[in-house]
């Protein structure tokens, strides 16, 4: 694992400890949301909407890591009703932080990044979602082989 890279290593650490990798990632979007006055970005914050786009690749991938951080009852693989819990989720969660903003000096509330997270947790649960049926599946078939012998 020595050669792996960063983002290699940060893909399995997030699926052998998929709670850990929410709850990490939690504290980063806090951390972020916390930050009085944010420097601005010469090329990105003369970009209309761009935050939007911030806001929606941020909580996908918290929605994802939700996704699979929970033990779900019932059947595994995809769900559209654990997409939808996690996407009541992400939208609480995402008022809540704009309204927690509203105290930051520098920030701002808007009912625009409300929706560009809600659009973006659910673009990230229903991604956690697929994958999770396309593992079940994988893993599935490699049970099924049969088992051939050598000799």
Known sequence: MKDASLAVRVFRFAEESPRRAALIWAI????????????????VSTTPHFDK?????????????????????GKPGASLARVLAVVGLMAVWGIVDE????W???R?????DVAADVVGAAAGALAASITSRRLRRASSAKLQRPVTEVG
């Open 99 to 102: 309204t927690h903003q509203y």
């Open 104 to 106: 930051i000096p520098g």
């Open 108 to 112: 701002s509330m808007e009912a625009g």
């Open 53 to 73: 786009l911030i806001h929606f690749t941020l909580y996908g991938v918290q929605a994802f890591l939700i996704y699979r951080a929970v033990r779900w009852p």
């Open 28 to 43: 980063f979007l806090f951390a972020l949301t916390s930050w009085p006055s944010p420097p601005q970005v010469p090329i």
